[in-house]
């Protein structure tokens, strides 16, 4: 149960937390954005939104956590990459009225993903062990 439980924190920051955060001016409805980008950055909420909702009913109904640890590894760890090469594309942060969300000192997705993925690594090695046990 603990697995699971760790599991869904995560896929809850992709597909629920992240998209409460981001229907607004600062992207989806951004003025300042193309809207060629917001149509990008909405069709990327919508998937992950779908991904979750899928890794949840595996989770929970269908018993495959590792394959839900795995797709929140493919979208939390999407983000990290991007993060980690967005000088070289220009990508940031920093919101468009100059404020970056931050949580003890580090950039708010940057921590949550993190943590998805420690989470979500830490649920497919207890249920591992728990299968051990038998």
Excluded: C
Aim: charged share 15%; aromatic share 12%; hydrophobic share 55%.
């Amino acid at each position: 149960m603990l697995a699971k439980l760790l599991v869904t924190i995560g896929i809850v920051f992709y597909a629920v937390v992240v998209p409460l955060l981001e229907v607004n001016q600062t992207h989806v409805f951004n003025p300042a954005w193309e809207p060629h980008a917001r149509l990008h950055e909405t069709w990327q909420l919508f998937t992950n939104t779908a991904i979750g909702v899928y890794s949840v009913w595996l989770v929970w109904i269908k018993d495959h956590l590792k394959l839900a640890s795995l797709l929140t590894l493919f979208v939390t760890g999407g983000f990290l990459i991007a993060y980690w090469l967005r000088d070289g594309y220009g990508g940031s942060m920093v919101l468009s009225d100059g404020s970056e969300k931050m949580i003890l000192g580090i950039n708010l997705g940057l921590f949550a993903y993190t943590l998805a993925i420690v989470l979500a690594v830490l649920a497919v090695v207890l249920e591992q062990r728990r299968s051990a046990r038998g």
